[in-house]
């Protein structure tokens, strides 16, 4: 039935342009129509094309107010995302001039230059002055920018053992995050996934023989301190998956077989960030969303929807399977005093283990 | 070497008139039907490909909904009209590997790379008939596995157009990574034997079948570019070849050359010391050249078509030939910025980031001489013109987001992203496609030898055009919010609920701008037979595929191939009577070729 509305619908398509086409033709009869464009044509493409350079402008200038408010440009929740987020806004506004004028030059021209005919083309086929100078004035933009930009990244992804980090383990599997702090000692126990043992529980195949496995804790919500570098070590357990912690600006890949690293210190509490005009705005909106979105639920008679509360999320990044889209695991910043009595809370490797 | 292909052309111009129809139409060695073939295929792999881009669009739009499309079209992996995420992220893969590998490397750089080369160069054939006719039959019969590989039991590859290890390699991590992974490929090795082919191909005919007076820089832009992207093919597809055998090994013979420590299911598995970034660095050595080899031929055809419908040479001609040679050698050493974050080392990821930000600089000056190619001209706003005139719009908007993604620093925030997807799309997707409309529009009087209809080539662009933005612009900040691509689902978690009206505004003009292609299908078969006759050379234009009889002939010309006196941007050069000087035309007494 549907096959058969669709081919009805395609059928009516097709008869719509024929007799488009037709019309078309009757139109121009009067010349011979040689589907080469005339003086006519030139002239209201040349108008679609100043029409179109507007609509350009338009849907960036709606789409800036609209969903400008970008979640990844400012109030950040780590030390290094302003250096990335002043990096980002240099680039966007660098992006933002060029495009503004190149389009502009671009459609206008083809406005100002329509066909017609008699008219004589200029015969300008080189200039090495103008190919110098648009080859120098992006070379020293992207001089600036690539200087700007290696400075950033070896900064963030250079880890300074001395400040004494946090080490904390990032612990891949379809389709779910673990977390693996090191406990008092602040060294990870050895680990693979061949000593795992499911009748154990030693769900991350720690090496029980290894003492600094043994005040390991294992949770599956992520709990960082403010102001405390932290140093994530991910592992993967089955395939690529990638650790993506959008309001840190910090993302590394988990992949099976080794040990990859990120490190970045927290700067906001999930409190303070909560606090935040951005994220009170945002906050408010979805549950705009939501409180609309479960009126028709209730009408449908299902639950509705619970509000919804911020909370920095770390989620997967890497296309790792059927539930791919629904993996995620909670992060929670605090202060460092309720951070600790958290830990204190949970289990050690050593007393998780079934005997 | 080409007086003798000449005699020799002649010779098989007198035998080839008694063809029947399997030798004409079906194992053809005229490049030009061979052109048309390719063509067609690609047109229909290309319909495929968009179809299946419209279900997924609708499904991220309407998340989770019953719908009678997915429940017609999909069967089984939509009970009850609601989309299956197995199938959702098999209609992605296909849908990149359809457009990426069948649409706009083989559809377009196997259409005009057979057509244009022996025309625009002066030969009668390719090098090699044979060889040609072969590239054609093992990307058909490579298109063929791809779509039987549809309908595999377990589903179709779903493991990302990339196919990372150990996704890709193990049947119980995904549905799709069985059967129908295996017929992936095994479609892929035989679509690169057909690329391969086809590349040494041009490169032979490029440079020994060249006509008398054709040096290498009067060639057109175009075939410069074929050229270009030829041998940037023969250089960077046999390591993807390499990296989809040794993925065969592990996933049949039990190797480990990409995998390594891994529990699924329940059991440990054997693989000790592979390593899946190894895939990655062998996958993108081919797959961001493969983006060149996309888009370079792209931007030969509008070049050529943005001279002519200008009435202006090409400006700056040897500054667009050194661009695409620095474009390519740009692109075998740049492949490492699509894994900024995938663990490999930081030190390395600094290299990559300065020199994949370089190729901004051969970008930028293409783009600037091609407005400068339309100023100050007399534009003749075919619908090719207009296409042209759109690829340079989208290059620019999709180039430019890429200093963004390019810095390593910025790319950690933005890395599989919708940013990332509406950078590519508008760069080498609309662009590319652009680029093979504008090419469609201008040589399809070559190829059918009757005319396209412009009226409906103008409601193709204008909505076309409005649609692309409209669907890739908004892409960029739903990417700059966060929001990771390839999620079936983004409702699951409150997080990105606010971008889901976005969402569904994208669909709508994904929607609209895919259906709208319908009347180019309805334009591009009707005007087979029922278009307006052309002439024999409509775009008033100098190369020399114009000299040949409308009529397709074996060998292209009746008689003598023609000699080249000059360049072949001679439009409205001062000192001549019509706007437009063919190649073939001898210089005046006293005239200078111009030192370009």
Same mark, same amino acid.
């Given at each position: 039935m549907t096959a058969l509305l669709t081919i009805i619908v395609l059928v009516f398509i097709l008869i719509a342009i024929w007799q488009m086409v037709k019309i078309f033709d009757l139109a121009q009869a009067k010349n011979e129509n040689t589907q080469v464009a005339t003086d006519k044509d030139n002239t209201l493409n040349g108008y679609l094309m100043m029409g179109f350079l507007g609509f350009i402008y338009l849907i960036t200038i709606i789409s800036c107010v609209k969903w400008g408010d970008l979640p990844l440009l400012s109030n950040s929740a780590s030390e290094h995302g302003p250096t990335i987020d002043n990096l980002m806004v240099i680039s966007l506004v660098i992006i933002f001039f060029v495009q503004t004028i190149t389009q502009f030059l671009l459609h206008y021209f083809a406005f100002k230059y329509k066909g017609e005919k008699g008219k004589q083309a200029l015969f300008f086929a080189d200039n090495n002055k103008l190919e110098a100078i648009w080859t120098i004035i992006p070379v020293i933009v992207l001089a600036g920018l690539i200087i700007y930009g290696l400075n950033t990244w070896i900064n963030i992804m250079g880890v300074d053992e001395s400040d004494d980090p946090i080490v904390v383990e990032l612990y891949a599997q379809q389709f779910n995050w673990k977390a693996r702090y090191a406990g008092a000692d602040n060294t990870l126990g050895k680990a693979n996934v061949r000593l795992i043992d499911l009748d154990r529980a030693n769900i991350l195949g720690l090496d029980e023989a290894d003492p600094n496995a043994q005040d390991d804790i294992i949770t599956t919500e992520l709990h960082l301190p403010k102001g405390r570098p932290v140093l994530f070590k991910m592992r993967s357990q089955d395939v690529l998956h990638s650790a993506y912690m959008p309001h840190f600006r910090a993302q590394m890949n988990c992949v099976p077989g080794m040990i990859t690293q990120f490190g970045f210190t927290p700067s906001k509490t999930t409190e303070e960030m909560r606090a935040t005009l951005e994220i009170q705005d945002k906050v408010k909106n979805i549950n705009e969303i939501r409180v609309e979105k479960s009126k028709k639920l209730v009408a449908k008679g299902e639950d509705p929807l619970e509000r919804y509360e911020f909370d920095y999320l770390l989620i #997967?990044?890497?296309? #790792?399977?059927?539930?791919h889209y629904n993996m995620q695991m909670k992060i929670v910043v605090e202060t460092e005093e309720e951070f600790n009595a958290w830990l204190k809370e949970q289990k050690e490797f050593k007393n998780s283990l079934i005997n | 070497m080409s007086a003798h292909a000449d005699t020799h052309a002649h010779d098989d111009h007198g035998h080839h008139h008694k063809e029947t129809f399997v030798t004409k139409?079906?194992? @053809?060695?005229d490049h030009k039907m061979i052109a048309k073939q390719y063509l067609v295929t690609g047109t229909i792999m290309g319909v495929i490909g968009v179809m299946m881009s419209l279900l997924f669009r609708m499904q991220i739009a309407w998340p989770e909904q019953p719908n009678v499309l997915f429940e017609a079209l999909l069967g089984k992996w939509a009970p009850d009209g609601v989309m299956d995420a197995d199938i959702y992220l098999a209609l992605v893969t296909i849908h990149g590997t359809i457009m990426v590998f069948f649409v706009l490397t083989a559809g377009l750089s196997g259409t005009f790379s057979n057509l244009l080369i022996p025309l625009q160069i002066g030969a009668r054939d390719m090098a090699s008939g044979f060889l040609n006719m072969v590239s054609y039959w093992l990307f058909f019969v490579s298109s063929i596995i791809m779509v039987i590989s549809l309908f595999v039991e377990a589903g179709p590859a779903a493991a990302g157009w990339t196919i990372y290890p150990p996704l890709s390699a193990l049947p119980m991590a995904q549905g799709g990574s069985g059967a129908g992974m295996t017929l992936w490929l095994v479609s892929m090795a035989i679509f690169i034997a057909s690329s391969l082919l086809g590349s040494l191909n041009y490169v032979v005919t490029v440079l020994n079948l060249r006509t008398k007076g054709m040096s290498m820089t009067r060639l057109p832009l175009t075939i410069w570019a074929f050229f270009v992207t030829a041998i940037i093919g023969i250089i960077s597809f046999p390591v993807l070849l390499s990296a989809a055998l040794l993925l065969i090994m592990d996933r049949s013979f039990g190797t480990s050359f990409f995998l390594s420590d891994i529990f699924i299911q329940g059991e440990v598995l054997h693989y000790q010391g592979g390593s899946p970034v190894l895939f990655e660095h062998l996958f993108w050595f081919l797959g961001h050249p493969e983006v060149y080899i996309v888009i370079l031929p792209a931007m030969g055809l509008v070049s050529e078509i943005m001279a002519t419908n200008s009435r202006k040479p090409i400006f700056g001609y040897r500054a667009m030939i050194a661009s695409i040679l620095a474009i390519a050698f740009l692109s075998t050493i740049v492949w490492g910025h699509h894994m900024?974050? $995938?663990?490999?080392n930081p030190f390395l990821g600094s290299v990559f980031t300065f020199t994949t930000l370089l190729i901004a600089i051969p970008s930028a000056v293409k783009a600037f001489n091609w407005i400068t190619t339309i100023w100050k001209g007399n534009l003749q706003m075919n619908p090719a013109m207009l296409f042209s005139i759109g690829f340079v719009s989208t290059f620019i908007t999709g180039g430019l987001t890429g200093i963004i993604l390019g810095d390593s620093a910025l790319d950690i925030n933005v890395h599989d992203t919708y940013f990332v997807v509406a950078h590519f799309h508008l760069v080498m997707g609309i662009s590319a496609l652009y680029g093979m409309f504008a090419g469609i529009y201008h040589w399809y009087p070559k190829m059918y030898g009757r005319m396209l209809n412009k009226n409906l080539g103008y409601i193709h662009f204008w909505i076309t055009a409005v649609c692309a933005y409209g669907v890739f612009f908004p892409m960029h900040f739903i990417g700059m919010a966060g929001l990771p691509r +390839?999620?079936?689902? &983004? @409702? &699951?978690? *409150?997080?990105?609920?606010?971008v889901s009206n976005v969402n569904v505004i994208i669909t709508i003009f994904a929607l609209i701008g895919g259906v709208v292609q319908i009347v180019y299908l309805y334009n591009f078969f009707s005007s087979m037979y029922y278009g307006k006759k052309a002439t024999q050379n409509p775009w008033r234009a100098t190369t020399l595929e114009w000299t040949t009889p409308v009529e397709h002939i074996h060998g292209n010309w009746p008689g003598e191939i023609p000699h080249v006196y +000059?360049? $072949?941007?001679?439009? $409205?050069? *001062?000192?001549?009577?019509?706007?437009f000087v063919p190649q073939n035309v001898p210089l005046k007494d006293g005239e200078e070729e111009l030192q370009h």
């Open positions: #997967c990044n890497k296309i #790792c399977g059927k539930s | 139409y079906i194992f @053809s060695m900024f974050v $995938s663990g490999m +390839r999620y079936y689902t &983004n @409702s &699951n978690f *409150p997080l990105f609920d606010d +000059r360049w $072949s941007y001679d439009y $409205s050069k *001062p000192g001549h009577d019509v706007d």
